[in-house]
């Protein structure tokens, strides 16, 4: 009886097809990808089991953390944020360059008061989480900071999109779970000043049970 | 470079022929792959999938003329259908259907985590719900539930978020965040310990 001969077989395998399979899930994820937004603060928000979504363009973001600092943000427009900066520094003299306020086109959301505002521009990137800047928006009637900035970012965001626009931004409100109730509803008032009165709270998704 | 030989039986079907040896032009791509799941990894790492989940509230329209319709409005707020909340300090809550403020009922420690609680106001809300809805007398009818939250300034913000998603729960349409009168907090203040 002769013996079997087991022939030897290369153990390399072809590589086509995973590297066919790998560039198309790349290219998936290249394409739906959406960063993270740059958060001032991360926050804990309450849940809920609601299901709507928040939109990703047209919105301002109001974050409040737990000590009841305000934080103030638009995410995914630089060029509206520009306009937004430059109009501030016209209307409260800020004495900014444009450099500063190409810079602030790259950050996401912020608390820093006006007064800090130059230094927190030229801070390095890494450097704009240091406590100094991260004192909250004031919001109270003395200094309502908060609200010149959503007026300003209102006008902004109204001249872009044309004076016959029927779109109305919406403003989502992002507090922490332990925030008091007196912020939220100072913050409520101010933006009710600016006539929005339609407001979007960021929660967590929770079990219905 | 490792060349990939998967022709064991002879791919070509010809058989081999003799001659100059002719490279392969076959490359090996496990390099390729391998950079490519490195940045598919990465790219999973960094997206957002799931947007921020919202809850849409809508505040009345403050203005002058507006608000002294609103209070004509409220005026119209049958006892029958109302139903006040407070929300107090320390997770605590208090609620009474109508002006019945003899039969307030208090519920501490209103967390997400004390599901009593919310089974506690859930069972009020839906029973007068369903008490609304059995109603027959033709005036009254198709009535619905209106909900008057109160946060007092020692509430947090997770017992609003609360409350709210409470009414989203047990599909009460109308409900409004309003100021805390000094009435509701005299009666918030004497609740039963």
Redesign the interface.
């Known amino acids: 009886m002769p013996k079997v001969k087991i022939?030897r077989?290369?153990t390399?395998v072809?590589?086509?097809a995973?590297?066919d399979v790998?560039?198309l899930?790349?290219t998936f994820?290249?394409l739906?990808?959406?960063?993270?937004p740059d958060e001032a603060v991360t926050v804990q928000t309450?849940?809920?089991?609601?299901?709507?979504?928040?939109p990703?363009v047209d919105v301002f973001t109001v974050i409040?953390d737990s000590a009841g600092r305000a934080y103030f943000g638009i995410y995914n427009h630089e060029v509206l944020k520009k306009t937004v900066m430059s109009a501030m520094n016209d209307a409260y003299d800020m004495n900014l360059t444009p450099e500063e306020i190409n810079a602030f086109g790259k950050i996401g959301s912020f608390g820093a008061p006006l007064s800090q505002f130059k230094n927190l521009l030229n801070a390095e990137p890494t450097d704009r989480k240091d406590p100094k800047f991260m004192t909250g928006i004031p919001i109270d009637t003395a200094s309502n900071e908060l609200g010149k900035w959503v007026t300003n970012s209102l006008d902004a965001w109204y001249i872009m999109q044309g004076v016959e626009t029927k779109k109305v931004p919406s403003v989502?409100i992002?507090?922490?779970?332990?925030?008091?109730?007196?912020?939220?509803?100072r913050i409520?008032a101010i933006l009710?000043?600016e006539?929005l009165?339609?407001?979007?709270?960021?929660?967590?998704?929770?079990a219905?049970? | 470079m490792a060349e990939l030989d998967t022709s064991g039986k002879g791919g070509h079907g010809k058989g081999k022929k003799k001659g100059p040896k002719k490279s392969s032009t076959r490359i090996d791509l496990t390099p390729m792959v391998d950079l490519a799941f490195l940045l598919v990894t990465f790219f999973m790492l960094t997206t957002t999938f799931s947007k921020p989940q919202v809850m849409d509230i809508v505040m009345p329209v403050k203005d002058k003329e507006k608000q002294e319709e609103e209070q004509i409005n409220q005026t119209e707020l049958r006892q029958s259908e109302a139903m006040t909340i407070i929300i107090g300090g320390k997770d605590t809550l208090i609620y009474y259907f109508g002006l019945d403020t003899a039969k307030t009922q208090v519920i501490g420690e209103f967390k997400p985590s004390n599901k009593a609680a919310y089974e506690t106001i859930r069972k009020s809300i839906t029973d007068k719900q369903l008490e609304l809805e059995a109603d027959d007398d033709p005036k009254t009818k198709k009535i619905n539930l209106f909900v008057v939250i109160k946060p007092t300034d020692n509430s947090s913000y997770q017992n609003l978020v609360d409350v709210l998603d409470m009414m989203n729960f047990t599909e009460v349409k109308k409900y409004a965040i309003v100021d805390v009168a000094e009435s509701d907090l005299s009666i918030y203040n004497n609740r039963k310990k």
């Not at chain 1, 309450?46 to 928040?54: D, H």
């Open positions: 022939p077989k290369s390399l072809d590589m086509t995973m590297c790998s560039f899930l790349l994820f290249i739906t990808t959406q960063f993270k309450p849940g809920s089991i609601s299901k709507s979504k928040l990703d409040v989502a992002k507090g922490h779970k332990n925030a008091g109730y007196p912020v939220i509803k409520i009710q000043e006539n009165n339609k407001f979007k709270f960021v929660t967590e998704l929770k219905k049970n």
